[in-house]
């Protein structure tokens, strides 16, 4: 008789139950599927059941199984990351899985976007970090990660599907597939990932699904999904009314059958049930209290609370020493919750190593086995951070030195995957590589709102040199835009260096272009002015092409300030007809601080500190108080970063954005600028 895993069903110690098949079924191999052989064996009675919905076993398993390790399937459980574009709905129909899962109670007061619980992604309304949660549905416990859909924030994408076994690929019904959809979703077929079509928003007046779904059908051939894949139902989904259906003429009235197409089509975990255990760290987390805490998918065996264990890198071959669990929790809707045991198949979360890293694989000392981490993708953008050396250095932060910005950004390399931290010739700058301007945006805000005070460089794209060819990172950029505005999107476009790939719609139209990453910068403001704020853009990191040329900035010059002073309103009423300005009256300004863009493309010097001379005339004119600023344009992080030019700086304080000139003084600035044109 040889020991063989069978299905597990239901909760408690009846899942680990081991199934005896006679030897003579499995001689000349175990039986595939499909087979008479196999047949008989997955129907085979036994004192424990039948063998139904046994899975074939692949040759390393069937060589262990010789070994006499057992295998098991954990059909109690499922593990799903929902994946799609950004703003396609993700967050919100996870809210209406936790209230449909019974994570809250009757009558309970909940909040929308409940899993965005940062103060940036409240406040913007977008996933940066990808969450863990889980719910209950008749029986099985289905634990949910939901992921970010902005294409700077895929590194986090990447990373946590190596937890799951299944994903939920979300699709607008009105916008359809998008960039970040194509990626997520070869990101997913590359691992295997059984893969289950939801179409959201279906209640959107302008909802266009049965388009939707040809325009899915074409994305998964182009990729070369299998056809397991494409015969897969499609659900039909209104996140906003917690409402799914597998037919639109037949209304859903709940999310029953997203649930149950879950248990139905995504595969439940299978490992080695008993063994030495381990677990592949996916995700960092950290608490006051017991500090760092690595999230992962158990992969063979049982943890338990109080075990030793070590965690080694594959990558690296560096090996701990032996370290206590001293905490182990499992997911339970919004809370992490103790567990005495863990076993293979769920996801855990365990504390007790302060050097504990995503990728690292913590497992029994008994076996030190390092399991492959998911390949993430090689930033294409870099910035350099420096020690902030204005006039007005140290008057606001609380980290300003070298020693405290080369630490914070240390520590985040512990949880950002996407990110690289390089050396410079200089201490006192750190050159920062990332998958876009949103990604290292998102990382000036946080260190800005922690405290720290530093200055860095406009963005530059990462150039490669490919068989002996400089090539530069080029994106896939698609615009929804009003018929109205297609001309001078393309006309844009055109201009830096992008080729227009494909175009639909009529009233609204959908333009696909391949552009330099480089092209991208600054754009968006444009963008936002030649559709009046109707258009919609989003791009992707598609690949490397050789270098496409020179591509245009900025077309206009920066107001500079000449002294340094506080601004007034009469020094600011001369200057606005220069341009636009970006400060108001009553603020401290310094030579060389920018204060303004000029209308005209060269910088233009203007005194916003002059004061009216006062004199014994009487002002019959009241000209003074008709002295009023036009507009005042203050500018967001974001926009900041695509105005700065190569030799501008921007000034980041907890309080304050300034931008300035990397020499202050305007005759050194002159002096520089006919050296380097000579």
Not at 106 to 128: A, L, P, Y
Not at 369 to 384: A, D, N, Q
Request: aromatic share 6%; with cysteine; hydrophobic share 35%.
């Amino acid at each position: 008789m040889v020991r063989f895993p069978g299905s597990l069903r239901g909760r408690g110690p009846s899942h680990r139950r081991l199934l005896r098949v006679p030897a003579r079924l499995l001689r000349g191999g175990i039986p595939q599927c499909g087979s008479p052989s196999a047949s008989r064996a997955l129907t085979y009675p036994t004192q424990t059941g039948f063998l139904r919905g046994m899975r074939p076993l692949s040759g390393v398993q069937r060589q262990s199984l010789w070994e006499g390790v057992v295998f098991m399937i954990r059909e109690d459980i499922r593990n799903i990351a929902i994946i799609a574009h950004v703003d396609h709905g993700k967050t919100t129909l996870v809210d209406q899985m936790l209230k449909q899962g019974g994570v809250y109670h009757e009558n309970q007061q909940t909040v929308d976007r409940v899993m965005d619980s940062g103060d940036i992604e409240r406040e913007r309304g977008i996933t940066i970090l990808a969450k863990n949660t889980a719910v209950h549905y008749q029986g099985h416990k289905i634990n949910i990660v939901d992921t970010p859909g902005h294409a700077d924030f895929g590194g986090e994408v990447e990373r946590v599907l190596k937890m799951v076994d299944g994903v939920l690929l979300l699709v607008d019904s009105f916008e359809g597939p998008m960039p970040q959809t194509r990626f997520v979703l070869k990101k997913a077929l590359e691992l295997k990932l059984k893969v289950l079509i939801v179409i959201n928003k279906i209640d959107r007046p302008d909802a266009r699904c049965d388009e939707v779904v040809n325009e899915i059908l074409d994305l998964l051939i182009d990729l070369d999904a299998d056809e397991a894949t494409l015969d897969n139902p499609i659900l039909y989904v209104s996140a906003r009314k917690g409402t799914a259906t597998l037919d639109l003429e037949a209304p859903g009235e709940n999310l029953r059958p997203l649930f149950d197409a879950i248990l139905q089509y995504i595969p439940a975990p299978e490992g080695e049930a008993e063994g030495p255990a381990q677990v592949l760290i996916s995700t960092i987390d950290y608490s006051e209290y017991v500090g760092r805490i690595g999230v992962g998918r158990i992969t063979r065996g049982t943890f338990r609370e109080g075990m030793s264990v070590v965690h080694t890198n594959l990558e690296t071959g560096v090996t701990s020493s032996q370290w206590r669990l001293s905490g182990l929790y499992q997911y339970d809707g919004l809370k992490r919750t103790p567990a005495k045991d863990v076993s293979m198949g769920d996801i855990v979360a365990l504390s007790g190593a302060e050097d504990l890293s995503i990728g690292d694989t913590v497992c029994d000392p008994a076996r030190v086995e390092g399991l492959p981490f998911v390949k993430i993708s090689e930033p294409t953008v870099t910035m350099t951070f420096q020690v902030n050396d204005s006039p007005f250095a140290g008057r606001e932060g609380q980290y300003v030195t070298s020693r405290h910005l080369r630490a914070r950004l240390m520590r985040e390399l512990q949880t950002d995957v996407s990110l690289r931290v390089n050396d410079t010739n200089s201490t006192d700058a750190f050159e920062v590589c990332g998958r876009g301007e949103l990604h290292l945006s998102i990382l000036i805000e946080n260190m800005r709102r922690q405290g720290y005070e530093f200055a860095v460089s406009k963005p530059q794209v990462i150039y490669k040199e490919i068989d002996g060819v400089k090539c530069e990172p080029v994106e896939r950029l698609v615009v929804d835009t009003p018929q109205a505005s297609a001309g001078a999107v393309i006309e844009k476009i055109g201009r830096r260096r992008g080729v227009l790939e494909h175009m639909s719609g009529l009233d609204r139209v959908r333009l696909e272009f391949l552009v330099p990453s480089r092209g991208l910068f600054g754009y968006r403001s444009e963008f936002m002015t030649d559709t009046r704020g109707e258009g919609i853009m989003s791009s992707v990191f598609e690949r490397y092409e050789p270098l496409k040329g020179d591509i245009p900035h900025r077309n206009v010059g920066a107001l500079v300030c000449h002294e340094t002073g506080t601004s007034s309103s009469y020094g600011l009423f001369y200057a606005q007809e220069r341009g636009t300005l970006f400060i108001g009256a009553g603020q401290e300004v310094y030579m060389g601080m920018i204060c303004g863009q000029n209308a005209r493309p060269d910088d233009l010097v203007v005194n916003v500190c002059k004061q009216k001379h006062v004199t014994n005339m009487r002002n019959a004119s009241a000209s003074e108080d008709a002295m009023r600023l036009i507009s005042v344009h203050p500018l967001s992080l974001e926009e900041c970063l695509e105005f700065i030019d190569d030799d501008e700086l921007l000034e980041i304080t907890p309080k304050n954005l300034r931008m300035r000139k990397r020499i202050l003084d305007a005759n050194l600035r002159s002096r520089a600028n006919r050296q380097s044109n000579s």
